[in-house]
């Protein structure tokens, strides 16, 4: 069965301060990671995801598959940023398992 | 993109009673998912609902306690039955579109708070 591991419940730096939030997965095939982004009074949204290597809001994630790790990253932090942060793992058939989420505070 | 539309957005109900929850989404989906996110704790996947056929339920769920209608490919219903406080918990929709299933997208959640 997959798992997704987030170890910090919270997370809190200040603005212009480098962010990184851990994200380690177990899955014994090749699976699909994503970052799922809940900011205050908004629904669950789509960050990224690993198959499009790109950068969101200037957030970028490598999967890294020898660490089984997908670490999200952002060079600046800002204040916008504030929000809770699930790492989730498709294994396919559209189902996603989530990691249980970071909240990022951003302090000015 | 997909536009979910959930209701209700919160509850408070006794316990022993059931509450059903709507989804409605915006364009004709095959699968619909549910999710319960109890405090403190990550998002669970209670069930997929398949238009046409059962829903299939992942482990520890089973349909008398959370039973599920999917009567078109627009909507699907989730009830919590006989709720417990344990119930008490943000209940999620949710729809996966793109190629491979690339995108999931959400309902605002329904807020449900057992007394």
């Known amino acids: 069965a997959q798992r997704v591991t987030q170890p910090e419940k919270l997370l809190s730096v200040f603005k212009g301060a480098p962010v990184e939030l851990k994200c380690n997965y177990s899955y014994s095939g090749s699976p699909e990671l994503f970052w799922y982004v809940q900011y205050s009074r908004q629904r669950l949204q789509l960050l990224l995801r690993h198959i499009s290597r790109e950068s969101i809001k200037g957030f970028t994630a490598d999967l890294n598959k020898g660490e089984t790790s997908f670490h999200l990253k952002k060079p600046f932090a800002q204040e916008e940023d504030s929000a809770m942060y699930y790492c989730?793992?498709?294994?396919?058939?559209?189902?996603?398992?989530f990691g249980k989420g970071t909240m990022l505070l951003v302090s000015p | 993109s997909a536009v979910i539309s959930q209701k209700p957005s919160r509850d408070i109900c006794q316990r022993g009673t059931s509450l059903t929850i709507q989804c409605q989404v915006d364009s004709q989906v095959t699968m619909m998912f549910w999710y319960r996110q109890q405090p403190g704790q990550s998002l669970t996947l209670i069930a997929t609902?398949?238009?046409?056929?059962?829903?299939?339920?992942e482990s520890g769920f089973v349909i008398d306690k959370f039973p599920i209608s999917r009567p078109n490919l627009t909507f699907s219903t989730l009830t919590v039955s006989n709720m417990s406080p344990e119930d008490s918990s943000i209940y999620l929709c949710?729809?996966?579109?793109?190629?491979?299933?690339?995108?999931?997208?959400f309902g605002q959640g329904t807020r449900l708070t057992v007394v």
């Open positions: 989730a793992l498709s294994a396919g058939y559209s189902t996603l398992t």
């Open positions: 949710s729809v996966v579109l793109g190629r491979g299933g690339s995108e999931a997208f």
């Open positions: 609902a398949n238009q046409g056929s059962e829903a299939t339920y």
